[in-house]
């Protein structure tokens, strides 16, 4: 019959395109019932002298002259049952039965609202240029903290740090030193002959001056690792570091 045969067609194309085990094993069923529902619905053209020709393709002129079995209902059962061999006659493997369940989408970290931007680790000498040392600093929300940690393999060096914390109460980079109105690290770098500004709670940007210890460094060998963790007003915070080598 012409229907059940484009149908078939139909079920091959579909098959061939993408896959006939896996559409087979997966939809196999839903295909049957689509077959006979489909048919089954669809008007009847027949008599003595055509062919059941459903969905009006009928090459007869007289009106359909169906009994009370209607050649339409015998094209689905053809169709559905060529299907079900087909159902039943595939080779499935069991990786296509126990299909691995779709990969969720890795969730988008979200936008911080910090910039922390420092140089790239660097070798430092007497001559460096102080500006190249600059960390700078952007909160949308407003800066709350900026913690300065260093640490060194130089033993020279963390005696140095150590001195500072007992001149300065305030000033411990061994164990972090908070920038944020920090009028002592001011005291300090005017002491060292150098200037610095520090920023205050709600500030919007702020630059640390790493460069302004590049003089102090010169002349300590070794690995100085500086660690800074920014905090702003609502509580998010962005880290760094900045390894500087002085040979």
């Not at 060529?82 to 369940?101: D, F, H, R, T």
């Not at 790493?210 to 300590?220: E, P």
């Amino acid at each position: 019959m012409k229907v059940a045969k484009l149908i078939a067609k139909i079920v091959v194309a579909l098959a061939a395109i993408a896959g006939a085990v896996y559409v087979i094993a997966t939809y196999g069923n839903q295909i049957v019932a689509w077959c006979k529902k489909v048919l089954a619905s669809l008007p009847c053209c027949c008599n003595d002298e055509c062919e059941c020709c459903c969905g009006g393709d009928c090459d007869c002129d007289e009106e359909c002259c169906c009994g009370e079995e209607c050649c339409c209902e015998e094209a689905a059962e053809e169709v559905a049952e060529a299907v079900e061999e087909i159902v039943e006659e595939a080779p499935v493997e069991e990786s296509v039965l126990a299909a691995e369940p779709e990969e969720e989408p890795e969730e988008e970290e979200p936008v911080s609202n910090i910039s922390l931007r420092l140089p790239k680790d660097m070798t430092v000498t007497i001559n460096t240029d102080p500006s190249l040392g600059n960390a700078l600093i952007e909160c949308a929300n407003g800066i709350q903290s900026i913690k300065v940690t260093i640490n060194s393999d130089s033993q020279e060096m963390m005696n140095s740090l150590a001195t500072m914390s007992q001149n300065y109460t305030d000033v411990d980079f061994i164990n972090g030193t908070e920038v944020v109105d920090n009028s002592e690290l001011v005291d300090l770098f005017t002491e060292l002959g150098q200037q610095l500004a520090v920023p205050t709670v709600g500030d919007k940007s702020y630059t640390f001056p790493i460069g302004n210890f590049f003089s102090l460094l010169a002349y300590l060998p070794g690995h100085h690792t500086f660690d800074m963790v920014v905090t702003d007003a609502n509580g998010e915070t962005k880290s760094g570091k900045l390894v500087l080598t002085v040979e």
